[in-house]
């Protein structure tokens, strides 16, 4: 059996640098403030190092130049910096996370540690996986960047346009009866339905031009441009997720205006969608009045207008169970 790697080589492989300077050393290489310097490295999700740990290489030491040299160009000033770091850092925290779980449970039972012989191959492998997984992920962001850029655009040249909102439907999704059914599955397997559930959601709303905005373990919050897109998606989901056979979702969507925040939206609409999901039905997907209302000349669906419910913090909303048409 092999010995396993010590945390600095894994750390000094994965970097792809030699950790040779404190956090001292890079503040005064880097030419930043301590006090930025701080604050920059709490938005990326790193703890707080001791003045005399050996923890950086020059690589950390670029992208500090880089990050200082941005502030001195003046596109961006120390908050907006702050900010686009904090949401770097945490994407690709989970980001991480993920990719490890995948690698790791590829090569070894996912719910034990893995023995020094599985680090070690990881880690024998790791060099060339990470040369080229990178190039795509820039990839994958410049192409997410368009998308979004392209959405703001759209969005803001409408006739119908409110400053700092967007109009759009929101759906939720939500497994029915998790609570239950988690009580009488293994951790695995659980954990297995929950990513089979996310993978089939995230696949449908793709697929149609939606944009998944979160996932919360037994739930999947996602938007979309119009109405019909809005409960095509949704009406996909309950469809593909049901064909599964060992689970079903209900689903509520609202339309109107909501503010988008540091990629998730927030609002009224946003509300009136979790509550139609929590009073649906297993298999059925609800839409509020201002959704129904943008599907009434749309041939492909039919809506049911069901009895009116109350809602928290909402008063009494109205909702329509949406159908393909016959």
């Excluded at 190092?49 to 001195?72: C, N, P, S």
């Excluded at 990839?139 to 409110?162: I, P």
């Amino acid at each position: 059996m092999s010995d396993a790697p010590e945390p600095r080589e894994i750390e000094e492989l994965l970097l792809g640098g030699e950790l040779r300077f404190t956090r001292v050393d890079a503040i005064e290489r880097a030419g930043v403030s301590p006090e930025f310097t701080q604050r920059l490295w709490r938005a990326f999700g790193f703890p707080h190092l001791a003045d005399e740990t050996v923890a950086f290489t020059e690589g950390d030491l670029d992208a500090l130049v880089r990050i200082k040299d941005l502030l001195h160009e003046g596109l961006l000033d120390e908050e907006m910096v702050l900010r686009m770091v904090r949401a770097v850092g945490q994407t690709m925290a989970r980001l991480a996370e993920w990719q490890v779980d995948i690698i790791v449970g590829a090569l070894a039972d996912p719910l034990q540690p893995p023995s020094p012989d599985v680090v070690r191959l990881i880690m024998d492998h790791a060099e060339g996986h990470v040369a080229a997984l990178e190039p795509l992920l820039v990839h994958a962001w410049r192409r997410q960047l368009a998308a979004a850029g392209t959405r703001a655009l759209t969005a803001s040249a409408a006739e119908d346009a409110v400053p700092g909102r967007l109009r759009v439907a929101v759906g939720f999704a939500d497994i029915v009866g998790f609570t239950a059914t988690s009580r009488n599955l293994g951790e695995l397997e659980l954990a297995e339905l929950v990513e089979r559930f996310e993978e089939t959601a995230s696949d449908v709303v793709a697929e149609h031009g939606g944009r998944i905005v979160k996932t919360l373990g037994d739930e999947v919050l996602y938007t979309a441009d119009t109405p019909a897109l809005g409960a095509e998606i949704g009406l996909c989901v309950a469809e593909a997720v049901r064909s599964g056979g060992d689970m079903d979702v209900r689903v509520g969507m609202a339309y109107g205006l909501v503010l988008s925040l540091m990629g998730d939206v927030f609002g009224t609409t946003v509300n009136l969608a979790s509550r139609l999901t929590s009073i649906a039905r297993p298999g059925t997907v609800l839409a509020d009045a201002g959704l129904a209302d943008g599907l009434r000349d749309d041939g492909a669906y039919e809506l049911v207008r069901i009895g009116r419910r109350p809602a928290r913090g909402l008063g009494v909303i109205q909702p329509y169970v949406v159908r393909r048409a016959r």
